[in-house]
């Protein structure tokens, strides 16, 4: 069959098996050259990536395997193709990744299912150990990165379905959006949270479950006693904070933070060390749905392109390995460089005052006539497409393809 884009809201409901995979395969390429050579001794040997498909996740792990030549178990939850339908763009980039990770010579298993529940970390469990024997490895996990963007979580201890909602706490909000197809603005106006909404979102996005994680390693006997442990979260520029740092999203970033303090209880005494990474406003299927994002985005990088000084989730997480987690050699955690509340930044670049300013300005001036040549609308359409596996580079979209990705 032949696969185009469908999409409606800035939400794409297929994907491109083909795209995904050379898009995978530049990020491997990206991280192989960019750190294989230089990386050394410093980094993981054995990292669980929780989220590991797509987005930041997907980075993390490319990057602890072929930029560090770690043995990586990942956990997310794609739906499969069927021999008529596309599956999700994750579950493509996890079969691509097992793939040249084996052809690499680096041990890993891709799980797919719930890993908010208790049947997933037993399962994670398991697929550590089978994976530390088959690279010659002692079964202890010395990163771990939290990467979960979810809807929806189920608690374990329950059994209650929770939903997150992106929502302003106190006033409703409006704000200018654009519908990146058409290039049109359009607003995005969102009503004030309920409690149940602050508590719901902070149950799906918040650290509990990160917590939980840790402490099934640490039970199991497989977490490293100096492991490393990093969430992300999004702070960004004061505009945004009614609908994202001040909203229920935000509460639940906080509540990472708690959970981050707890988990250093468990790690820091032998050596370890949890992390919050704050990281740049990036094109991610999770992203886009934000109200501001789309637009906010497209001024950002523009301005950033212009300086010279743009990336993507690989240049992203590269830069948080080889700069921040593993910079220093000898592997001390205090000297991970963090901010004046502990986290990592590697939102400096989109933070710098004169990329805030120019991005403000741009984002003021803007009308429907200048947004396609004054704003990055095109980049943000194309890092859109390429999340789902369109409109990447070297791909014939008018090859016929088997949407069940045996021949990736
Ligand atoms: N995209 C951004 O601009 C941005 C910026 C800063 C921080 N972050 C943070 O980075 C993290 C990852 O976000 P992203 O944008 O890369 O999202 P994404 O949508 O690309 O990835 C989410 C991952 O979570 C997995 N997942 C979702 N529900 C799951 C479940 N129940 N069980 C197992 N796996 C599940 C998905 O399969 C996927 O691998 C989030 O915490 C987000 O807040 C994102």
Redesign the pocket.
Known sequence: MIIQPIIRNNICINSHPAGCAASVRHQIEYAGKTLGANQGGAGPKLALI?????????ASRITAAFGCHAATVG????KPPTKTRAG?P?YYNNLVFDKEAAKAGLASKSLN????SDA?KGEAVKAIKETAAAAGLSPQVDLII?????P??TDPKDGVMYRSVIKPIGESFSGKTIDMMSGKFTTASAEPASEEDIYHTVKV?GGEDWELWIKALDEAGILAPSARTV????IGPKFSWAIYKNGT?GRA?EDLERACREINKTLTPGGGRAWIS??????????AVIPI?PFYVSCLFKVMKEKGVHEG?IEQIVRLYRDRLYADAGSDPAKVPVDSEGRIRI?DWEMREDVQQATAERMDSLTEETIMSDADVGGFRHDFLV?HGFDVEGVNYDAELNPLGLDL
């Open positions: 929780i989220g590991c498909s797509t987005g930041y996740g997907l956990i997310s939850f794609e999700t994750g299912g719930d890993a908010y997933m939290y990467s979960l963007a979810s929806v979580r996005m969430a992300y979260t999004y999203i970033k704050v990281n740049k406003a990036l094109v991610t299927r999770a992203s994002i989730c939102d999340v």
